[in-house]
């Protein structure tokens, strides 16, 4: 699984760095592990459930030679092993020294070229654009999702599909309510749109 910190250069909050006047500013949002965690479990079951299926068959598997009820008790013991493991997964990001960032308190400063996750004054840290691989709109929030760290080239092949297979969605989430005009949407989606982080034929916000 890709931690947090291998996302796209990784590091927590610094210095505060300086966005352009035109940014785009928030309200002040956090994002709660308990939301974080009920978000990501549901995306990830919804895209690997049929996962789950592996196990199940493997216990199975020797019934078609020896019958016995035991294997269906093995094949349920081992689908809800893997169901824990990649529970465990999810939760554990929440758990990381690494993701206490995407957690804090914190308002949003976006321009063309970085955005700036800001906790007071002084202390910020910075993504820029390249570092996120997709966006999604939901009826009440934006998630822009981080890109997946790449393994190290000498990573077995096997632990290769692992790490992409399994990995552990990591996102900013930027709730409608925190922008502060309609105005402010329309540009932000606008944004987007031009990262090719949204489609283009997206439709004009709404608020």
């Known amino acids: 699984m890709n931690q947090p910190n291998q996302r ?3 590091g927590g909050f610094r210095q505060a760095q300086q966005a352009s006047p035109l940014a785009i500013r928030t309200k002040k ?11 990501v479990m549901g995306e990830v079951w919804k895209k690997d459930w049929y996962y789950a299926l592996i196990p199940f068959a493997l216990g199975l598997l020797p019934a078609l030679f020896v019958h ?3 294997w269906l008790a093995l094949s ?3 689908t809800v092993l893997f169901v824990l493991f990649r529970s465990a997964q999810v939760t554990g990001v929440t758990q990381m020294e690494q993701s206490k960032p995407l957690f804090e308190r ?3 400063e976006m321009d063309n070229k970085q955005l700036l996750l800001r906790v007071g004054p002084e202390k ?7 570092m996120i691989g997709k966006a999604r709109r939901d009826t009440d929030a934006y998630l822009l999702y981080l890109k997946p760290g790449t393994p190290p ?6 632990r290769m599909w692992l790490a992409r297979t399994f990995d552990v969605p990591v996102f900013l989430h930027l709730p409608l309510r925190i922008f502060n005009s309609s105005n402010d949407l329309k540009l932000f989606e606008a944004l987007l749109r031009r990262k090719s982080l949204l489609p283009v034929e997206a439709g004009v916000t709404t608020v």
């Open 76 to 78: 349920v013991v081992l």
């Open 8 to 10: 796209g250069g990784g």
């Open 29 to 39: 949002t956090q994002l709660t592990t308990d939301m974080y965690t009920r978000l």
């Open 68 to 70: 016995s009820w035991w």
């Open 153 to 158: 080239a000498d990573t077995a092949g096997w």
């Open 106 to 108: 914190m308002n949003f």
């Open 124 to 130: 910020a840290m910075q993504l820029t654009w390249d």
